[in-house]
C-alpha cells in the first residue's frame, strides 16, 4: 500500500472518511481554515527561499496577500452569510502570525536546508510479507552548522498545542524521523529534534526522539496499515463521529449527518414529532442545568450564613435544612503499597480494572497487545447522547450520557 501520514491520520479520526478521501478519492472544495493553512505555509517557504536574498516582511506580506486574493475566491464558505466576517478574521489573523513570526525568526538567522521535502520512505512488514510505501512532505528541515545536529519542524496553523508527554508520542513527528533516519541510515538517529511550530502562539515545542520510538512508530504504522486492508477488504469503514465532524467535508456523504441534510420535501409528520421531541429534551436539559447552578448558589448562601450564625439547622417556608459534619476515611493505597506488598496483600487489594487496562494498553509492545485484546468481550448496548450545540457546528459541546 502507498500512504501518507496525513491519509494514517485520517483514518485514525474517522475511517469512513478515510474511504471518502482516500478509497473512493472523492475530491470536495475546501473550507476556509484548509486554504488559509496552504497559503500561511507558502508564505513561510517564500519567507525561508533567498533569491538571492532572503524577501523583506513586505514582500511576505504582499505574496500572502496576493494569494490570499487568488484563493479566497475558491473557498467554500459553511455560511454565506458570515462569509465576508469569516474572510476578514481569517486574513487579518495571517497577517498577524507572519508579522509576529517574521520578528521572531529573521529568515538569515536559520541555515535551511530544506522546505517542503518530499520522502518516500520503503515499510516491510514482516507479518504480511508485503512492503509498504509511506510518502510526505517535511515542511522545513534546519542543520545547526556548528553542532550538526538536524531540526524537522512541522508548522501547525491549530490552536491547541500539545503537553510534552503528547509531544513525544506525535505520530506526524514520529513518521518524519523515520523518514529521515532512513533516508541517512549512517547518521545517528539522536542527532535530530523533532518541532511543531504553532504559528497562532508564536511558539515552537520541541523534543528528541529516541530509538524506542523510532521502533514504536514503525509498528503502530504498520499495524494501522494491517487494519486499513482489513477493512479494505470486508468494505466496512465505520464511521467516527466527533468534534472534528465540524470541519469534515464529507458531512452530506455521511451517514451520521444524513438526517440533518433530509431535504425539506422528504420530511414526514414523523420528522416533525421528532424535532418536537428533541426541542422539547433541550428544553429539560436547560432548565435543569438552571436548577443544577442555582442549587450550588443556595447550598453556598445557606453554609456562608450558617457558619456566620453558627447554626446547624436553618428552617424556612418548606422546611428545614440541617449540616452534617461526617469524616469520610480513605486509605492513601500508594503510601500503603510498601506495607500491603509486605503483608503479602497487595495482589488482593488490586482489583481488576478495565480503565487502566485499556490506558495502559497502547504504551505495551504489541505481540502481549495482540495476547491481551484475544480477552476481548464484546457487548452491544444503546446509547444516546445528548449534543448541545453552542452555535455553530465547530462549538459543539458533549453532554453527559441520557440512557
Ligand atoms: S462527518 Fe464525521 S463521522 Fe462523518 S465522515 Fe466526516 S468525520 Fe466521519
Known amino acids: 500500500m502507498r500512504t501518507s501520514y496525513s491519509a494514517l491520520e485520517t483514518y485514525r479520526s474517522c475511517p469512513l472518511k478515510y474511504k471518502f478521501q482516500e478509497v473512493d478519492k472523492i475530491r470536495m472544495p475546501k473550507g476556509v481554515a484548509a486554504v488559509f493553512g496552504t497559503i500561511v505555509h507558502s508564505a513561510l517557504n517564500y519567507m525561508f527561499e533567498r533569491n538571492p536574498l532572503y524577501p523583506t516582511l513586505d514582500e511576505v506580506i504582499d505574496f500572502y496577500t496576493t494569494h490570499w486574493k487568488e484563493k479566497s475566491e475558491s473557498i ?42 518530499r520522502f518516500s520512505l520503503e515499510l516491510p ?17 534546519d542543520k545547526d552548522p556548528e553542532t550538526g545536529r538536524y531540526e524537522i519542524i512541522d508548522y501547525k496553523t491549530g490552536k491547541r498545542m500539545p503537553s510534552e508527554a503528547e509531544l513525544a508520542e506525535n505520530l506526524q513527528l514520529g513518521v518524519y524521523h523515520l523518514a529521515l533516519t532512513a533516508r541517512w541510515p549512517s547518521m545517528d538517529p539522536g542527532n535530530f529534534t523533532t518541532s511543531l511550530y504553532f504559528l497562532k502562539h508564536n511558539e515552537k515545542v520541541s523534543v528528541v526522539p529516541s530509538r524506542e520510538t523510532l521502533v ?4 503502530f504504522v504498520l499495524k494501522t496499515i494491517r487494519e486499513i486492508e482489513k477493512h479494505l477488504q470486508d468494505g466496512n469503514f465505520p464511521p467516527m463521529p466527533s468534534p ?8 452530506k ?60 439547622r436553618v428552617f424556612g417556608e418548606g ?5 452534617n459534619v461526617q469524616e469520610r476515611i480513605s486509605i492513601d493505597v500508594e503510601r500503603a503499597e510498601p506495607f500491603l506488598k509486605s503483608a503479602g496483600v497487595w495482589e488482593q487489594v488490586l482489583e481488576p480494572s478495565e480503565k487502566k487496562l485499556q490506558t495502559l494498553l497502547s504504551s505495551l509492545p504489541e505481540p502481549i497487545q495482540e495476547e491481551i485484546l484475544k480477552f476481548e468481550t464484546k457487548k452491544m448496548i444503546t446509547v444516546l447522547k445528548p449534543t448541545k450545540k453552542k452555535g455553530g457546528a465547530d462549538d459543539e459541546e458533549e453532554d453527559s450520557l441520557l440512557v
Open 253 to 312: 456523504l455521511c451517514p451520521m449527518w444524513a438526517h440533518e441534510f433530509k431535504e425539506e420535501e422528504t420530511r414526514t409528520a414523523s420528522d416533525a414529532e421528532v424535532a418536537e421531541a428533541i426541542r422539547g429534551f433541550f428544553d429539560i436539559k436547560k432548565s435543569d442545568d438552571k436548577n443544577k447552578k442555582r442549587l450550588a448558589e443556595i447550598r453556598a448562601t445557606l453554609l456562608q450564613y450558617m457558619q456566620q450564625e453558627n447554626l446547624a
Open 125 to 141: 512488514d514482516e507479518k504480511s510479507g508485503t512492503t509498504h510505501t509511506l510518502a510526505g512532505i517535511i515542511d522545513r528541515l
Open 216 to 219: 514504536h512508530t514503525r509498528d
Open 319 to 323: 422546611g428545614y435544612i440541617t449540616k
Open 76 to 117: 467554500v464558505w459553511s455560511s454565506p452569510d458570515r462569509k465576508e466576517q469569516e474572510e476578514k478574521m481569517y486574513f487579518e489573523e495571517g497577517l498577524s502570525v507572519l508579522k509576529n513570526f517574521y520578528k521572531k525568526n529573521q529568515p538569515w538567522m536559520f541555515n535551511v536546508v530544506e522546505l517542503e521535502g
Open 244 to 251: 472534528l465532524c465540524g470541519w469534515c467535508s464529507y458531512q
